[in-house]
């Protein structure tokens, strides 16, 4: 066996692993969109409208200086964080006044579906606005008819479920629509006057293929087929001879160093997640709140923590490899020795494998 171009190899496999480790997760959040909110009707929640109330009277004060941009980040932020169809009809009128005549819409039609009575004003003169808008801009009813009914749906830049009708301008619209279990759809319209119709049926995925050995023939079962002994084989009735075993050093610097890259691991595991649940609740947040100061800050620290246990644990894990290696690697087959690292949505892996080459007599 000749360990110093082993210990060569299995050295710089592993800086490949934890060069590949660090890079997944540091482009994480980059790589990873925000989840769209999704425009869909539901209860009205518990004491919604008194804990959004100073939220809503800040974004008052903006719109009645005719600051709508300003005042409409407010607006969604009572609506998204405090359901409640009066915030539903504010979010209606804020995006009337910036003539994103679409999303009003939406947001009226949640209102009125809402378990909770709306102020006279919002069934009054903002329905009377919202129609004399959608005349004034040509806009046209699409129905959405599609399968499964809960499906989420993307249309014209806006994400929804549960609604049945988009208020859209003329011209050609892709719908896409996704839901569990199924596979992904879409489909382009031409949304023309008077109204326009949309059919989709989403598809369950196409079962697996089975195995197929040459020409289609199905493989055999292994443990049916027999193999034919060696040409290295013993005699029957012969007993087996082996050579006495060479002294070997110990084994424990070797599961030292994988228990302790199991528990890096494992730490780097855990932070990698904390730093997924930051970022999931700073996405959640507007930019300009405490609360995606701080959530951002989590996620900043538990990344750190991440990397640096995944470094440790490469280091540990390919330390602990080769100690184990190099000892017992006289009764392994020639071959190669490899090191592989995968990023997923709740940590990483370290995997590695070996083969030596056998010196002779």
């Given at each position: 066996?000749?360990?110093?171009?082993?210990?060569?190899?299995?050295?710089?496999?592993?800086?490949?692993?934890?060069?590949a480790v660090a890079l997944g997760l540091a482009q994480t959040a980059a790589?990873?969109?925000?989840?769209?909110?999704?425009?869909?009707?539901?209860?009205?929640?518990?004491?919604?409208?008194?804990?959004?109330?100073?939220?809503?009277?800040?974004?008052?004060?903006?719109?009645?200086?005719?600051?709508?941009?300003?005042?409409?980040?407010?607006?969604?932020?009572?609506?998204?964080?405090?359901?409640?169809?009066?915030?539903?009809?504010?979010?209606?009128?804020?995006?009337?006044?910036?003539?994103?005549?679409?999303?009003?819409?939406?947001?009226?039609?949640?209102s009125r579906r809402r378990n909770a009575a709306r102020p006279t004003w919002c069934t009054g003169s903002l329905t009377k606005q919202l129609d004399a808008a959608v005349r004034a801009g040509g806009l046209v009813p699409l129905t959405l008819q599609i399968v499964p009914p809960d499906a989420v749906i993307e249309v014209a830049g806006v994400t929804l479920r549960g609604l049945d009708v988009v208020w859209l301008a003329p011209g050609t619209h892709v719908v896409a629509a996704r839901a569990d279990g199924m596979v992904d759809g879409s489909a382009s319209i031409d949304v023309a006057a008077p109204s326009a119709t949309v059919t989709?049926?989403?598809?369950?995925?196409?079962?697996?293929?089975?195995?197929?050995?040459?020409?289609?023939?199905?493989?055999?079962?292994?443990?049916?087929?027999?193999?034919?002994?060696g040409p290295d084989a013993a005699p029957l009735g012969a007993p087996a001879v082996s050579p006495p075993p060479a002294a070997?050093?110990?084994?424990?610097p070797g599961y030292v160093a994988l228990g302790a890259g199991a528990v890096?691991?494992?730490?780097?595991?855990?932070?990698?997640?904390?730093?997924?649940d930051a970022r999931d609740a700073a996405n959640?947040?507007?930019?300009?709140?405490?609360?995606?100061?701080?959530?951002?800050?989590?996620?900043?620290?538990?990344?750190?923590?991440?990397?640096?246990?995944?470094?440790?644990?490469?280091?540990?894990?390919?330390?602990?490899?080769?100690?184990?290696?190099?000892?017992?690697?006289?009764?392994?087959?020639a071959g190669a020795t490899r090191v592989g690292a995968t990023l997923e949505p709740g940590g990483a892996s370290v995997t590695l494998g070996w083969t030596f080459e056998e010196v002779g007599p």
């Open positions: 066996m000749r360990p110093g171009p082993l210990a060569g190899s299995v050295a710089a496999l592993v800086a490949g692993a934890v060069g790589d990873e969109p925000s989840a769209p909110w999704v425009i869909a009707p539901g209860d009205e929640a518990a004491g919604a409208v008194a804990e959004g109330a100073a939220t809503i009277a800040r974004a008052q004060q903006l719109a009645k200086r005719k600051r709508y941009a300003e005042a409409l980040p407010l607006f969604e932020e009572a609506a998204r964080r405090w359901p409640a169809a009066e915030h539903d009809c504010y979010l209606a009128l804020a995006y009337l006044r910036v003539d994103d005549v679409t999303r009003a819409q939406l947001w009226h039609e949640v989709l049926t989403l598809a369950p995925p196409p079962p697996p293929e089975p195995d197929a050995g040459p020409l289609g023939v199905e493989a055999p079962d292994a443990a049916a087929v027999a193999t034919a002994p070997r050093p110990p084994r424990w890096a691991l494992g730490v780097a595991g855990f932070s990698h997640a904390q730093a997924l959640a947040e507007f930019p300009t709140t405490t609360a995606f100061a701080d959530a951002e800050g989590e996620f900043a620290a538990a990344r750190l923590r991440a990397l640096g246990g995944y470094a440790v644990a490469a280091a540990a894990i390919g330390f602990g490899a080769y100690w184990l290696v190099t000892r017992d690697g006289d009764e392994a087959a």
